[in-house]
Nanobody
């Protein structure tokens, strides 16, 4: 069994900063990519940022220059530093991991429970 536990999020003013963190635990054999998606009310879930084991990243155009994703492979954690926040960043943010569990040994997607980020204007 695998758990992705998120922390951080909350309320910020436009122009402010927040930091999200996520820790993966359980019967993990190996993690490939980790990242963050978000879903605003009435919208589809969208990729915010993604980072692979070797540190390669890709970020949504809407957050480039404002958000930074980082990862600690030894601790199975991923973080998202969000600066210069805008009201349109308001959404539920979900941690994501593409990993293999010890028993199944096949790549599968895992998700956190989501954390609310609200940016006021």
């Amino acid at each position: 069994q695998v758990q992705l536990v998120e922390s951080g999020g909350g309320l910020a003013q436009a122009g402010g900063s927040l930091r999200l963190s996520c820790a993966a635990s359980g019967s993990i054999f190996r993690i490939n990519a980790m990242g963050w998606y978000r879903q605003a009310p009435g919208q589809q879930r969208e990729l915010v940022a993604r980072i692979t084991t070797d540190g390669s990243t890709n970020l949504a155009d809407s957050v480039k220059g404002r958000f930074t994703i980082s990862r600690d492979n030894a601790k199975n954690t991923v973080s998202l530093q969000m600066n210069s926040l805008k009201p349109e960043d308001t959404a539920v943010y979900y941690c994501y991991a593409l990993l293999k569990v010890v028993v199944a040994m096949r790549w599968s997607d895992y998700w956190g429970q989501g954390t609310q980020v609200t940016v006021s204007s």
